[in-house]
T-cell receptor, first 112, second 112 residues
Framework: DVKVTQSSRYLVKRTGEKVFLECVQD?????MFWYRQDPGLGLRLIYF???????EKGDIPEGYSVSREKKERFSLILESASTNQTSMYLC???????????FGPGTRLTVT | DQQVKQNSPSLSVQEGRISILNCDYT??????FLWYKKYPAEGPTFLIS?????DKNEDGRFTVFLNKSAKHLSLHIVPSQPGDSAVYFC???????????FGSGTQLTVLP
């Protein structure tokens, strides 16, 4: 069974703090993704990576950066958290052979 | 402008009846559409997909129909069960990493 884990289920941070969200997958997948989910907007792609040290901007990259130093780990970084980054953050992974993405349980981030 | 639209935020159906969830898209160049199901406080889980070269795909109680001329797809669940109550997202697969563009989701409630 594919497993995607995220470092925290719930996180509360203050405005201006640097925030790290970690994601680990155990299926040796090449592709990894970060989405945020907001009511009425569905899931929106922030960044993705198709290989170690490779990254591409998604649809809403502003205010975020990512890091992929190892194949199994993909980190999302909020350089200076703002209240409009309060959201549910979802990590996913997929293989190059398939279309299906496997999601982690999500991190509910609140920025106050 | 949203490329994938789910115009019904919610749908209620009686147990045993058919549930029909709809999705419209604007981009004709896609490889696959996927449907995901999401329970509260969990990550989305893959349900069923359809290739751009097909017009129907069936898996047990779930069938997805693709109408390319109308740029419309639908997910049929027959018979509906209370455990099917969840948010359903359609997603378009695109790009080199097969990244997904999601609709805004439809909350399905199956009433006992």
């Amino acid at each position: 069974d594919v497993k995607v884990t995220q470092s925290s289920r719930y996180l509360v941070k203050r405005t201006g703090e640097k925030v790290f969200l970690e994601c680990v997958q155990d299926m040796d997948h090449e592709n990894m993704f970060w989405y945020r989910q907001d009511p009425g907007l569905g899931l929106r792609l922030i960044y993705f990576s198709y290989d170690v040290k490779m990254k591409e901007k998604g649809d809403i990259p502003e205010g975020y950066s990512v890091s992929r130093e190892k194949k199994e780990r993909f980190s999302l970084i909020l350089e200076s958290a703002s209240t409009n980054q309060t959201s549910m953050y979802l990590c996913a992974s997929s293989s190059v052979q398939g279309y299906e993405q496997y999601f982690g349980p999500g991190t509910r981030l609140t920025v106050t | 402008d949203q490329q994938v639209k789910q115009n019904s935020p919610s749908l209620s159906v009686q147990e045993g009846r058919i549930s029909i969830l709809n999705c419209d898209y604007t981009n004709s160049m896609f490889d696959y559409f996927l449907w995901y199901k999401k329970y509260p406080a969990e990550g989305p889980t893959f349900l069923i997909s359809i290739s751009s070269i097909k017009d129907k795909n069936e898996d047990g109680r779930f069938t997805v129909f693709l109408n390319k001329s109308a740029k419309h797809l639908s997910l049929h669940i027959v018979p509906s069960q209370p455990g099917d109550s969840a948010v359903y997202f359609c997603a378009e697969s695109r790009g080199s990493a097969r990244q997904l563009t999601f609709g805004s989701g439809t909350q399905l409630t199956v009433l006992p």
